[in-house]
């Protein structure tokens, strides 16, 4: 298979499953009757959700200041902004190219290396990474209880017990695999691994390496917040806060599975709210909405930054 035919099937064939998937969603909820629900939703909460976004995308502008300052470079910060958001708006047509974008305009606007540009962004991921995992770790601690009985009840307990024994001996296998390797992917593996390391201990001999980490912390404050506040939007929906978390979770999974979460978004929401006992048409209503004011909102402002970026750096 040639490059050519791999990237097209990288964009095709997620746009193709998101498409099956909007598909099953209007099995699940009618369109009228979704539509019933965007006409009666509150749409001042949703400008609450759409403002903690911006906020989030304004802090992560500002973050990467600090990963290029000790390269010597001070970008503008309105500059930093409009790629940020121009990324956002290219990964819905193309996942994963927004980066390359947020590097291609600094190169251009800012004469900051392309490769350099992209290494910091690289780095970013990284520590967006371990934020994930942190409210993973923390929605895992919070709802242990819940999530405990919830497996009792749907798995066979010896089953259980003989899966996560044979997981302990495949991890231990898959280790010393690991350190074994010097060729094919297990080598990709390894090096992944280590480049992960390396990149989350880089930020803490950061110059500003608290600066940074407040700023990572709040940009994911920001998300749940903005998940969070647009919930009153429906009516009648009431949602748990361990509900919230996990609804969180997977509505971020589903948006690196799919461009931008379409189709796949509301319905894992909706499955994630299901399992605290909350109806799933209103839930699958909450991710449309949800997935829908991103979307615009990514789209308006990034299409807009399209536009101010040469009028801005007229000069260049």
Known sequence: MNS????????????????CLVWYLFTVIPPETLLD??????????????FFGVLSHLSRAYRWKFMLEPMGYKPKFTNSVLAVLI?????????RAGEVSRATVMANYENIPFEKGFGTIVAERIADLVMMFL??????????DFILQLVKENFDPIKISILFGGSLIGGFLFYRYLRK?????GLKIKNFVKSLVEGVTSIFR???????????????VMYVLMFWATI?????????????????????????ATNGGVGLYPLAVAGAFTLFGVPEEPSTAFGSVMWAAQTVMVIVFGGLSFLLLPIYNKAK
């Open 4 to 19: 050519k035919t791999k990237k097209f099937l990288k964009i095709t064939l997620p746009l193709i499953f998101g498409g």
């Open 37 to 50: 629900y965007f006409k009666n939703a509150n749409y001042w909460w949703i400008a609450l959700g759409l």
């Open 87 to 95: 990324g956002y708006f290219v990964n819905l047509a193309i996942p």
């Open 135 to 144: 409210i993973i770790g923390i929605t895992l601690l919070i709802q242990f």
């Open 181 to 185: 390797s010097t060729s094919g992917i």
């Open 206 to 220: 950061m110059k500003n390496k608290w600066a940074f980490i407040f700023h990572t912390v709040f940009i994911w």
């Open 232 to 256: 009153p939007a429906i009516e009648g929906l009431q949602v748990p806060f361990g509900g919230i978390l996990v609804g969180f979770i997977a509505g971020g999974f589903s948006i690196a």
